[in-house]
């Protein structure tokens, strides 16, 4: 499971209130970690880790399918 770190996590009402500051932090290379009801929701990312991930998933789901064959 993945771990946060306390100024990584904010309550879908405090980032709806201050969605501009969350996105500057999120512009700025950090995760926002999003609780509702107590629980962790979502994550927002900055594009470009968003498509760093995606390239590793695309990686991996690669070299599955290719020791499947």
């Given at each position: 499971?993945?771990?946060?770190?306390?100024?990584?996590?904010?309550t879908a009402t405090?980032?709806?209130?201050?969605?501009?500051?969350?996105?500057?932090?999120?512009?700025?290379?950090?995760?926002?970690?999003?609780?509702?009801?107590?629980?962790?929701?979502?994550?927002?990312?900055?594009?470009?880790?968003?498509?760093?991930?995606?390239?590793?998933?695309?990686?991996?789901?690669?070299?599955?399918?290719?020791?499947?064959?």
């Amino acid at each position: 499971m993945a771990s946060f770190t306390q100024n990584e996590i904010f309550t879908a009402t405090e980032v709806v209130r201050n969605f501009s500051a969350m996105l500057g932090k999120v512009e700025q290379n950090q995760k926002i970690v999003i609780l509702k009801n107590n629980k962790i929701q979502a994550v927002m990312l900055n594009l470009k880790e968003y498509e760093r991930l995606m390239g590793a998933v695309e990686l991996l789901e690669s070299i599955y399918k290719n020791q499947k064959a």
